[in-house]
């Protein structure tokens, strides 16, 4: 089973997710959007979940889900005692809690191998230091507007261009991104 540790660390692992103290509580948020709350005791958890789906999920099974306080009815929600999900179901429920926040570009990026998701979120956040080193030194970048070629020039074109949209599909060579393929730029074609 799992608990509130391992939610963190899939969470944490997702592009512009960051962690904060709401009323004692903690929340996952991106940008202002809470995707995932644990309860104070951090034995429950509450996660986005689409609301015509709801009552569904509770009926599968009614030990491990719950409605939310009546307050939080109007919300795209649903809440689970942690102790009763394993961590691969745990897993599928945050990611797609977190789909639910994010735009459409950044779905598959948790379905690539790692460390693409981590690559692509410190290319957002033009973090050229952290990147670096999950670059494979002979890293090849085609975007389908420029093809790059080498780690110390893709970090230059990075820097130059506006942040790419995330890869379709990658190349992973000793744990690091050796291929990164297709996505475009944000806002092209």
């Given amino acids: 089973m799992t608990d509130a540790d391992a939610v963190r660390r899939v969470a944490l692992a997702l592009p512009r997710t960051y962690e904060r103290q709401v009323r004692g509580r903690w929340k996952l948020k991106v940008k202002q959007i809470v995707y995932c709350a644990f309860s104070r005791d951090e034995q429950d ?3 986005g979940f689409p609301k015509a789906e709801r009552d569904g999920l509770i009926a599968s099974d009614p030990e491990t889900f719950f409605l939310p306080p009546t307050s939080d009815l109007r919300y795209q929600w649903v809440c689970a005692h942690l102790d009763r999900i394993d961590d691969d179901e745990m897993r599928e429920l945050v990611t797609d809690a977190w789909r639910m926040c994010v735009p ?4 598959e990026l948790p379905e690539l191998p790692a460390p693409a998701a981590e690559v692509w979120n410190l290319v957002e956040q033009q973090e050229w230091g952290e990147l670096r080193p999950l670059l494979h030194p002979y890293v090849r970048y085609d975007d389908g507007r420029a093809a790059v070629r080498g780690r110390s020039r ?4 990075l820097r130059d261009v506006p942040t790419p949209r995330p890869p379709a599909a990658v190349e992973v060579r000793d744990g690091q991104l050796y291929r990164w393929i297709g996505g475009g730029r944000v806002g092209g074609d």
């Avoid at 459409?104 to 779905?107: E, P, T, V």
């Fill in 45 to 47: 958890i509450g996660f």
């Fill in 104 to 107: 459409k570009m950044l779905h």
């Fill in 154 to 157: 893709l970090l230059a074109h």
